[in-house]
C-alpha cells in the first residue's frame, strides 16, 4: 500500500476496505510520520513508504497439543527467609501448644438408604349412577318409566341409528377373528435339554427386632394362584439367651407373596410357633405347634377383621397335657370332620387332636422300638402324611437317625410301629425332614447329616443314598411335578436341587440363598400343577422366594414311568444285596458247625482209643493175676 501525492487517503475506503479498528489506527500512524517528514523538509521516497501490514508467524503442526510432560530434576532453591525479631510484637506466645500437622488427605464413611416404600392395597366399588334425581334406579317402575320416556326422545332415536351400524361392524370384525386363539395349544414342549436355573423373586423379613429363624414354610392349599405364605419363627438354639428375654416376640405370619412389605396376616399364640400348616380341606384354618408343646388353633374366618390383621387362637392345649418338648411337626389327618391333627416331638410321644376340643388329645402313642418295653424311646424331629400312600400310615423321623413307619390299623403288633434300619442305614444324626414321593407314595426321602436318603415300604435299608455334602444339611422336600427331582438345604445357605433321572451320583444344580444357615423350604404346586415357586427360609428370619425352570419344574415325558422303573430297580438290587448277604452269613454259620463237629469228633475218637487200651490193660493185669494164683 502507498500514499498518494498529497498523503491522503480517506478512511471511508478503509471502511469499504473491509478495515478493523486496527488497521485504521495503523493507517493513522502512519499517515503522521508522512506529515513529520514533509515538515522538516525531509524528501522520502515512496518506495521507502510502502509498508505492507502483514506478518507471518510459522509454527510446525506437530508442536500444537502436546501435552506436558514432568521430569526430575535438581532441587533448586526458590527462596530463603530467615528467621527475624522484627514482627514478635505482633505476635502473643501460647503456652502450652499442641498442633499436627498431616498431608494425607481426610475421609469420611458415610451409609445413605432410600427410605422403604410402604405399599397398601385398596379396593374401590363401583354402583350404579347416572340417574336423575327424581328417578330411584332401586325401584323397578321408576326405572321402566323413565326408558319409555328416554326412547320416545328423537335424539336418543337418531344417535342409535348412527350408533348401531358401527357396532355392528366391530361385532363382526370380532367375530371374524378370534384374538383369544391360542395356536400351539396341546403341544408338549420338551425342556429336558434346558439348563437348570433359578431366580430370585422376593423377599420376605421377620417385622421383629429380635433375630428369629424362619422354622417352618407352608404354602397355601390352593398354591401360587392364591398368593398366601405361611411362615412361623422361633428361637430353636438350647438354652439361647434370646429365649429369656420379655421382649421376644411370639408371632408369626402370613404372607401375600405380591407384597413383601408387610403381612397380611399377624398369628399371635402364646409361645413362639416351630411349625404351622394350613387345613387342605379348609384353608381357613391353620394349626400350629408351639415351642412349649401346645398346639394352638386359627380359624381366620372368626377374627373381627376378616382374614387380616391380628389372629388370636381360637383353641389352644393345655400345657399339662401337651407335649413336654418343642412341636417337632404337625400334620391334618384325614376324618369325617376335618378338624383332626396329630403332632409329634422329642418327647418321644404322637399326639392325635381335634381342633374343636383341644382340652386333651383323643389319642395318644409312644415312640418305642419294642412295645414290650425291651426297647428305647425316640425323640421325633419330623413328620409325614399322605392321604394316598394310606389314611392310617405315618412315617417319623427321630433324633436318633432312626426311621419309624406306623400303621394304626395293625396297632396290635407292636402298636403299628415298624422300625427301619438300626445300623449303617441309619443317618449320623437328627432327621430334620422326611417325605413322601408325590407321584409314588410307597418311597419317600430323609435328609439328615450329610446326606439325603431314598427308601421304600418294602425294605428296611435304603436304596438310593447321596454323595456326603461339604455342609451339614437341614431339610429337604420333593418337587410336586417331577417325580426325580428334590431339594436339600445346607447350613452354609446353598439350596442343591438334585434330578436322579438324569445323575444320581452329582448335584444337577446350586443356588446360594443366604450367607446364614438354612432352616426350611417348601415346594408350592401338587401333581396337577405348579412346582415352580420355591421359599427358603434362614436361620435370620428371611425367606426367599425362588423362581426355578422349567426344565425343574414341567414333567418331562414317560418321567412317572422311568422314575418308577429306576425305584424298582434298585429296589430288587437292594433285596438281591440283602439275598445275598443272609447267604454269606448262612454260609460262615455252616462252616463254624462244621469245624465244632469235626473237632467233637476227633475228641469221641481219642476216647475210644484210651477205653481199647485201658480195657487191654485191665484184661492184662487180670489175667497175671489168675496165673499167679
Excluded at 161 to 169: A, F, G, S, Y
Excluded at 378 to 400: C, D, I, M, R, W
Aim: glycine letters at 6%; a negative charge; charged letters at 25%.
Amino acid at each position: 500500500m502507498q500514499f498518494d501525492s498529497n498523503g491522503f487517503t480517506e478512511f471511508s475506503s478503509c471502511e469499504q476496505a473491509g478495515w478493523s479498528h486496527g488497521g485504521k489506527y495503523l493507517w493513522w500512524r502512519l499517515f503522521q510520520l508522512r506529515h513529520l517528514f514533509s515538515r522538516s523538509n525531509t524528501h522520502v521516497s515512496s518506495s521507502i513508504l510502502s509498508i505492507q501490514v502483514a506478518y507471518e508467524y510459522t509454527k510446525r503442526r506437530s508442536e500444537f497439543g502436546k501435552q506436558c510432560r514432568f521430569s526430575d530434576g535438581e532441587t533448586t532453591l526458590l527462596e530463603s527467609i530467615l528467621p527475624t525479631d522484627a514482627h514478635d510484637d505482633s505476635y502473643v506466645q501460647r503456652n502450652p501448644t499442641v498442633t499436627g500437622v498431616d498431608t494425607t488427605p481426610h475421609y469420611s464413611e458415610t451409609e445413605v438408604n432410600t427410605e422403604r416404600v410402604v405399599m397398601k392395597n385398596t379396593s374401590m366399588q363401583h354402583t350404579e349412577g347416572g340417574w336423575p334425581k327424581d328417578v330411584d334406579f332401586t325401584e323397578q317402575s321408576d326405572v321402566k318409566r323413565f326408558r319409555k320416556k328416554v326412547e320416545k326422545d328423537e335424539d336418543y332415536q337418531y344417535a342409535m341409528k348412527t350408533l348401531v351400524p358401527r357396532v355392528q361392524r366391530c361385532m363382526r370384525q370380532n367375530n371374524t377373528v378370534n384374538i383369544y386363539e391360542e395356536y400351539f395349544d396341546g403341544t408338549e414342549t420338551d425342556h429336558c435339554s434346558e439348563p437348570p436355573i433359578a431366580k430370585g423373586l422376593a423377599v420376605f423379613r421377620d417385622p421383629s427386632q429380635v433375630t428369629r429363624a424362619a422354622t417352618s414354610v407352608n404354602w397355601h392349599p390352593e398354591g401360587s394362584n392364591n398368593g398366601k405364605l405361611a411362615v412361623s419363627y422361633a428361637v430353636l438354639n438350647f438354652q439361647d439367651e434370646r429365649l429369656s428375654s420379655p421382649n421376644l416376640p411370639a408371632s408369626s405370619y402370613i404372607w401375600d407373596i405380591t407384597n413383601s412389605n408387610k403381612p397380611i396376616v399377624e398369628l399371635v399364640p402364646s409361645s413362639p410357633l416351630c411349625c404351622l400348616r394350613y387345613n387342605p380341606k379348609s384353608s381357613d384354618t391353620l394349626v400350629g405347634g408351639s415351642y412349649n408343646g401346645t398346639i394352638s388353633y386359627y380359624d381366620l374366618r372368626k377374627q373381627p377383621n376378616g382374614p387380616t390383621g391380628k389372629c388370636q387362637p381360637a383353641e389352644c392345649s393345655v400345657v399339662e397335657r401337651s407335649h413336654h418338648d418343642p412341636v417337632s411337626d404337625v400334620f391334618w389327618v384325614s376324618s369325617k370332620t376335618g378338624h383332626q391333627c396329630v403332632s409329634v416331638s422329642t418327647d418321644g410321644q404322637m399326639l392325635w387332636w381335634d381342633t374343636r376340643k383341644l382340652e386333651e388329645p383323643i389319642d395318644s402313642l409312644i415312640l418305642a422300638t419294642d412295645a414290650k418295653g425291651g426297647g428305647m424311646t425316640l425323640g421325633g424331629s419330623s413328620l409325614e402324611y399322605n392321604t394316598e400312600a394310606g389314611p392310617t400310615k405315618f412315617l417319623v423321623g427321630t433324633e436318633q437317625g432312626i426311621v419309624m413307619s406306623l400303621n394304626m390299623r395293625n396297632k396290635k403288633t407292636n402298636n403299628g410301629i415298624t422300625v427301619f434300619d438300626t445300623g449303617s442305614g441309619k443317618h449320623h444324626g437328627p432327621i430334620p425332614s422326611i417325605q413322601r414321593n408325590p407321584t409314588h407314595t410307597k418311597y419317600f426321602m430323609t435328609v439328615g447329616d450329610w446326606t439325603a436318603r431314598v427308601w421304600t415300604e418294602d425294605l428296611k435299608t435304603p436304596i438310593i443314598t447321596t454323595r456326603y455334602h461339604n455342609s451339614y444339611l437341614t431339610g429337604g422336600c420333593w418337587s410336586p411335578t417331577r417325580a426325580g427331582v428334590f431339594y436339600v438345604t445346607r447350613s452354609d445357605g446353598v439350596v442343591d436341587i438334585w434330578d436322579i433321572s438324569h445323575n444320581q451320583n452329582e448335584v444337577a444344580y446350586s443356588h446360594k440363598v443366604s450367607d446364614t444357615a438354612l432352616s426350611s423350604i417348601s415346594v408350592e404346586g401338587n401333581t396337577q400343577g405348579g412346582g415352580k415357586l420355591v421359599a427358603v427360609g434362614d436361620a435370620n428370619g428371611t425367606v426367599s422366594m425362588l423362581e426355578v425352570c422349567d426344565s425343574l419344574a414341567q414333567p418331562q415325558q414317560n418321567e412317572k414311568s422311568a422314575i418308577n422303573a429306576m425305584l424298582e430297580r434298585e429296589t430288587k438290587r437292594e433285596k438281591n444285596l440283602e439275598v445275598r448277604e443272609r447267604e454269606i452269613k448262612r454260609a460262615k454259620a455252616q462252616e463254624v458247625e462244621r469245624k465244632r463237629r469235626e473237632e467233637e469228633g476227633d475228641e469221641n475218637n481219642s476216647n475210644d482209643k484210651e477205653s481199647e487200651a485201658m480195657h487191654e490193660l485191665e484184661e492184662s493185669f487180670f489175667s497175671m493175676t489168675a496165673a499167679e494164683e
